[in-house]
């Protein structure tokens, strides 16, 4: 088997193309990226299906991070406050 293809029937654990769609809905995904990544699937073209997962985990990430940020400007409030006599 080429390993620049995949199909539905090469991925062992959905038995559907619900089960997919649903994953990256669970993931956070929008219509838009769901319908891209179904028609990559759908076309066989890994490369693609890979890199839009990939874009997908790289903005998630980002998101994470930021809320680390946030978070370390309130934990540094707290112990600013905490300080106070």
Not at 31 to 45: H, R
């Amino acid at each position: 088997m080429d390993n620049r293809r995949i199909g539905l029937e090469n991925i062992a654990s959905y038995g559907s193309k619900e089960a997919v769609i649903q994953n990256l809905r669970d993931a956070g995904c929008s219509q838009d990226t769901i319908e891209c990544c179904m028609a990559s699937l759908d076309c066989g073209e890994k490369a693609e299906l890979l890199k839009q997962l990939e874009h997908h985990r790289k903005s998630l990430l980002h998101k994470v991070h930021e809320e680390e940020k946030r978070i370390d400007c309130l934990d540094y409030l707290v112990y600013q406050i905490s300080r106070c006599r």
